[in-house]
């Protein structure tokens, strides 16, 4: 039986898939131009109850960096309906994001609960709807 050595990769491959892997290493949102304005305007939630506690949210907005920030728009919205029906908690099942236009549009389905449920993507409503206050992001 022969042992082999592994290849050496040479430094332009190697430089290569370094560079490839820590690009799938970046947290959301990075990319972002930190001098790039940020103002957004956010045009309006429309609410459909699916189940006692199934919401489908659809929101739109323009001036939108990238996904993340339609996505907290929803998670806002989510966070206050999830208030406005008399329950603490809610968790996100799924968002589908669109741009059209440079319109960005997020429809998203949510849980929501009295008691925190199963999952990792629960959402504590109250602190939500703080920290989207402190950000200037509207709620329903």
């Keep these: 039986m022969t042992l082999r050595a592994p290849l050496a990769l040479g430094p ?3 430089l290569a898939l370094g560079g490839t892997l820590s690009a799938c290493d970046a947290p959301e949102g990075a990319g972002r131009a930190a001098d790039a304005p940020f103002a957004p305007v ?5 609410t459909r109850l699916l189940d006692s506690e199934l919401v489908n949210l659809r929101v739109v907005m323009r001036g939108a960096r990238d996904r993340a920030d339609v996505d907290a ?3 806002c919205a989510a966070a206050q309906y999830t208030l ?3 329950y603490g ?5 799924r968002t589908n994001i669109a741009v059209r236009d440079g319109l960005w549009q997020a429809d998203a389905v949510y849980t929501v609960s009295a008691a925190l449920p199963e999952g990792l ?3 504590d409503a109250e602190v939500v709807v703080e920290d989207c206050a402190a950000k200037g992001i509207p709620t329903v």
């Design 121 to 123: 993507r629960t959402l």
């Design 12 to 14: 332009v491959l190697a």
């Design 73 to 75: 728009y929803a998670r």
């Design 42 to 46: 956010y045009m309006g939630v429309e």
């Design 84 to 86: 406005i029906r008399g």
């Design 89 to 93: 908690f809610s968790r996100h099942l």
